[in-house]
């Protein structure tokens, strides 16, 4: 798939990516062979930088190029101990980016500009980083709030607290799922759902009797919250 205006001819693209065959094939084994052994000798963000790159000048897939590459990148920091759990999201600094970002990996493979390039990626990750730690302690600071909640209500149930206590790990429910998972009865669980759905820390998503989906809209507002 070609890069370039919307509406474009392949001939006006800006970067048209090598055709699907054996070659294609073979580069990416190569890129996957490079990042888990010949890569060793470089500081983790450089060969994350480096790996980036050279996987979006493949462009192996019809689509999703682009989530795949950013997804790469904390496999990547994960697999040499520069992350000890993949909860970095990269993607919000750079989407906002995009133009630069596309011609930063332009100027790199025209001119070969790499400290362009290992610059700008490593200021993006430092900068998600940053927005990763406050998104962190903002739901931490939220999960303590449910609490306080819960308590003041005086609500005295075990299974409120552990429906309130994987929110943010998890801020979609149902009746059958918290069954599912705590062996509770689906009675209990509809029960303990409707509980937090008064305290306003879940709200019903389908508007509908049976299969409702109930979501913490506080959650998902940290989550969803771009720099």
């Not at 580069?27 to 930088?49: C, K, Q, Y």
């Amino acid at each position: 798939m070609a890069i370039g205006s919307r509406g474009g001819s392949i001939e006006t693209a800006r970067f048209v990516p090598p055709p699907p065959g054996l070659d294609l094939d073979a580069a990416v084994r190569d890129l996957i062979d490079w990042m888990v052994i010949g890569s060793r000798d470089f500081d983790p963000v450089v060969a994350a930088a480096m790996a980036h790159y050279q996987f979006e000048t493949l462009h192996p897939f019809n689509d999703g190029n682009g989530r795949i590459g950013r997804l790469l990148v904390v496999l990547d920091l994960c697999g040499r101990g520069a992350l000890p759990q993949p909860l970095l999201t990269i993607s919000p600094w750079f989407e906002a980016r995009r133009e630069e970002y596309q011609d930063r990996l332009a100027d790199l493979s025209a001119r070969g500009d790499w400290d362009g390039w290992i610059g700008f990626f490593a200021t993006g990750l430092a900068a998600s980083c940053a927005q990763t730690v406050r998104i962190v302690d903002d739901l931490l600071a939220l999960q303590a709030d449910y609490v306080t909640r819960i308590r003041a209500a005086g609500l005295t149930g075990g299974l409120v607290r552990d429906i309130a206590a994987r929110l943010i790990g998890a801020p979609f429910v149902t009746a059958r799922t918290v069954s599912a998972d705590t062996g509770r009865t689906y009675q209990a669980a509809s029960n303990a759902i409707g509980k937090l759905v008064e305290l306003a820390i879940l709200r019903e998503r389908t508007g509908r009797q049976y299969g409702r989906v109930f979501e913490a809209a506080e959650v998902m507002a940290v989550l969803q919250r771009v720099t």
